[in-house]
């Protein structure tokens, strides 16, 4: 079979589930993890003959696209933050929101801390790891420990930090009964915030193939992580400290009136203009 072929098989076999340009990235997508060729390379080798592996391999890529399941599920990374990362059932797929959430992190920590201070970061409910990776990277010198209550999203996360050479300590517990040891510099934190009422909203993709436990409160309140960060926060945040929180885009001004207390509290709204993050300065 030529790749020709084989594009003309996807577009067809996919064309109920998606438009266009979506099927025609997802093209681009696979093209580059199984054949190694970008867009240019992939118009460029339309009549190149396919050996039977990479038919095989966009065969099964094209029933579980039918399923529902999540292109980077099938192939078992994401890209986020100009970084590639593992990916399974057992984490959330990192989103841009999360993208913004660490770029307004970075550029306040940039400007706020010295470039050698060694600072303490505390990440709640790490999944797959992307938010301390990220910030080790750009925070060589900081002291970042990340907990999450799935061993399974650890073992991902514990993956993506040997894969991009970063020292994280991680730490298997539930946050919402856990003590915090010492002080911190930074908290920054995306738990679980979609409400009870608000599951019939998530799509089915979301439903059926990411972890309730990353996405859904563990409890009628859907602020519950936020306000135990909240009461942590005024224990463990040092002096002149910041929380980064990414936030339930309904639920802002509630989310924001818990921290009220502080000297400096943020609503920021993300790049489709639904209130997104709260960051807060001690």
């Given at each position: 079979?030529?790749?020709?072929?084989?594009?003309?098989?996807?577009?067809?076999?996919?064309?109920?589930?998606?438009?266009?340009?979506?099927?025609?990235?997802?093209?681009?997508?696979?093209?580059?993890?199984?054949?190694?060729?970008?867009?240019?390379?992939?118009?460029?080798?339309?009549?190149?003959?396919?050996?039977?592996?990479?038919?095989?391999?966009?065969?099964?890529?094209?029933?579980?696209?039918?399923?529902?399941?999540?292109?980077?599920?099938?192939?078992?990374?994401?890209?986020?933050?100009?970084m590639?990362?593992?990916?399974?059932?057992?984490v959330?797929?990192?989103?841009?929101?999360?993208?913004?959430?660490?770029?307004?992190?970075?550029?306040?920590?940039?400007?706020?801390?010295?470039?050698?201070?060694?600072?303490?970061?505390l990440?709640?409910?790490?999944?797959?790891g992307?938010?301390?990776i990220?910030?080790?990277?750009?925070?060589?010198?900081?002291?970042?420990?990340?907990?999450?209550?799935?061993?399974?999203?650890?073992?991902?996360?514990?993956?993506?930090?040997?894969?991009h050479?970063?020292?994280?300590?991680?730490?298997?517990n539930?946050?919402?009964?856990?003590?915090?040891?010492?002080?911190?510099?930074?908290?920054?934190?995306?738990?679980?915030?979609?409400?009870?009422?608000?599951?019939?909203?998530?799509?089915?993709?979301?439903?059926?193939?990411e972890?309730?436990?990353?996405?859904?409160?563990?409890?009628?309140?859907?602020?519950?992580?936020?306000?135990?960060?909240?009461?942590?926060?005024?224990?463990?945040?040092?002096?002149?400290?910041?929380?980064?929180?990414?936030?339930?885009?309904?639920l802002?001004?509630?989310?924001?009136?818990?921290?009220?207390?502080?000297?400096?509290?943020?609503?920021?709204?993300?790049?489709?203009?639904?209130?997104?993050?709260?960051?807060?300065?001690?």
């Open positions: 079979m030529k790749l020709l072929e084989l594009h003309s098989i996807f577009k067809q076999e996919l064309s109920e589930l998606y438009d266009s340009s979506e099927i025609s990235c997802l093209w681009e997508i696979f093209g580059e993890h199984y054949l190694g060729l970008d867009k240019i390379g992939l118009r460029q080798s339309e009549n190149t003959q396919l050996p039977s592996q990479p038919i095989v391999q966009y065969t099964e890529a094209i029933n579980q696209l039918k399923s529902g399941k999540p292109y980077q599920q099938i192939l078992g990374e994401a890209d986020f933050f100009g590639k990362f593992c990916v399974n059932q057992h959330l797929i990192p989103r841009p929101e999360t993208e913004e959430l660490l770029d307004y992190a970075i550029k306040t920590i940039s400007k706020e801390f010295s470039e050698q201070t060694e600072i303490k970061i990440d709640i409910g790490t999944g797959s992307v938010i301390p990220v910030l080790k990277k750009h925070f060589p010198n900081a002291r970042i420990t990340s907990i999450d209550f799935s061993k399974e999203a650890l073992a991902v996360a514990k993956k993506n930090a040997e894969r050479h970063t020292e994280i300590e991680f730490i298997l539930d946050y919402l009964n856990y003590t915090l040891p010492t002080h911190y510099d930074v908290i920054i934190s995306n738990p679980p915030y979609i409400g009870i009422e608000e599951v019939s909203e998530i799509s089915d993709t979301v439903k059926n193939f972890p309730h436990l990353a996405l859904f409160s563990p409890c009628a309140d859907p602020l519950v992580f936020y306000r135990k960060i909240a009461t942590d926060a005024k224990h463990h945040l040092n002096n002149g400290g910041f929380l980064f929180l990414e936030i339930n885009q309904k802002g001004a509630e989310t924001l009136a818990l921290y009220k207390y502080f000297s400096d509290a943020q609503l920021i709204k993300d790049l489709s203009n639904n209130d997104r993050m709260i960051i807060v300065k001690k």
